[in-house]
Structures are given as C-alpha cells and as structure tokens.
C-alpha cells in the first residue's frame, strides 16, 4: 500500500464548530506532516511528526491542534477556526524525517470556515 | 517561508512540444526535488537530484542542478494533454530537513 489517505475530502464549518482531520498511512513510515494550501499557493508547512513525536510546529495558531496516536494515523483537531482558515490540508508523510526523503501527500481536505 | 523561485509563472504549450520550468533558491542545500500537482488535490513527487548531481533523467522527465548558479531546471519532453498540472520545486538543506517551496509553474498542455 503506497497511499496516503486523508478524510473527508470536504468539510464546511461554523467558527463555534469543531472537528478533527484524519490522515492515514500504511507504508511503514516514521514521520508525518500537515501543510496548508492556499488557491495558487505552495504547500506552507504546519507540523511534522517524527516517530509519534512533535517535531516541529511552525508557530501554528492554538486553534489547530495535532495529534498523533500511533505511527500510521495523524489528526488535526479544529476548534474556533476563522474564515481565513479556509484552504486544502494536506496531509504527507516519508520514511524519515532525516536526508533525501521524498514526501508522499494524500489528497488534502477542503475546508470551508463560514 | 519560500526559498525558491519558479518561472515562468504560468506556460501554455501545444501537445507534443517540450515544456522548461526553472527553479533557484537562496542557500546551499542537499538535493532539490521536484512535485507535480494535478487542480486542486495531493502532491505527486516527480523527480529528487542531490547537490553532488548535474543532471537525472525519469521517463519523458529531465531535471539538471547548477549549484554554483543555485538553479535547477526541469524539462518535460512531448508533452501530453495529462501533463496539464502545477509543478513545485522543493528544497531541502542541512540545518533544517524540511522542505522549501517554490512559488510553482502552472503548465497548460493545449491539445
């Protein structure tokens, strides 16, 4: 299985709502990531996981919140979002998260903030 | 934060032609490698060349690094009416093994 799978593919929220973004990975690798995409954007890096462990956070609001309960699934939680939250999640994941590793995306999920 | 730059911006061709985007970048880093993305979904990893690299080749896909320009160029030979996508390059260096975003070539296939 060389897929990454992400759900659901589309979300529409409120600003009170919360709800969670799954991601899912079967190919054995140990590091994990999030990034958000705007409309015409490059990928912009959230959080990256390292063998279950937070690794990196690049200075995302409190109102994102990773998890990672074991070496295949990656959540983020959403709570209190803002319209400007609106984008493509993208979910990615490598063998490492050392040298030379390709990343591997799944779909992404469009999130919708009214 | 976007270390590299693509151009062009956008490019339209006629299927069957080759397509040339270019990538450049800031700092010395440990290979580039390049994505494609089809409208609106995940990122399909194309192509990785280290910085000890000049040139790699896959299928119709041909990518060449100057490190001394801090350049890299990716060449997609007859281009297909599938070809239509965006195409990232990504950098990655030594202090930090995450990877650094272009701006990204839109590539437009006509048939």
């Known amino acids: 299985d060389t897929e990454v799978t992400q759900t659901p593919k589309h979300l529409v929220m409120g600003m009170t709502n919360k709800k969670s973004l799954k991601c899912e990975q079967h190919?054995?690798?140990?590091?994990m990531y999030w990034y958000k995409q705007k409309a015409k954007k490059p990928p912009e890096l959230m959080f990256v996981?390292?063998?279950?462990?937070?690794?990196i956070n690049e200075s995302v609001p409190s109102r994102f919140s990773p998890e990672c309960p074991n070496s295949s699934l990656l959540n983020l939680h959403l709570h209190a979002l803002q319209p400007e939250d609106s984008a493509l999640y993208l979910c990615?994941?490598?063998?490492?998260?050392?040298?030379?590793?390709?990343?591997?995306f799944g779909p992404g999920t469009r999130l919708t903030v009214l | 934060s976007q270390q590299g730059e693509e151009d062009p911006q956008a490019l339209s061709i006629q299927e069957g032609e080759n397509a040339t985007m270019n990538c450049s970048y800031k700092t010395s880093i440990n290979n580039l490698q390049w994505y494609r993305q089809n409208s609106g979904r995940g990122l399909v990893h194309l192509i990785l060349?280290?910085?000890n690299e000049r040139e790699k080749h896959s299928g119709r896909l041909r990518v060449t690094l100057d490190t001394s320009k801090k350049s890299s160029s990716l060449l997609i030979t007859a281009s297909r009416a599938a070809d239509t996508a965006s195409y990232f390059c990504?950098?990655?260096?030594?202090?930090?093994?995450?990877?650094?975003w272009g701006a990204g070539t839109k590539l437009i296939i006509k048939p």
């Open positions: 190919m054995g690798h140990r590091a």
């Open positions: 990615a994941s490598s063998p490492t998260e050392g040298r030379y590793n390709e990343q591997f």
């Open positions: 060349i280290r910085s």
């Open positions: 996981y390292s063998y279950e462990k937070l690794s």
């Open positions: 990504a950098t990655e260096f030594d202090s930090n093994y995450q990877l650094i």
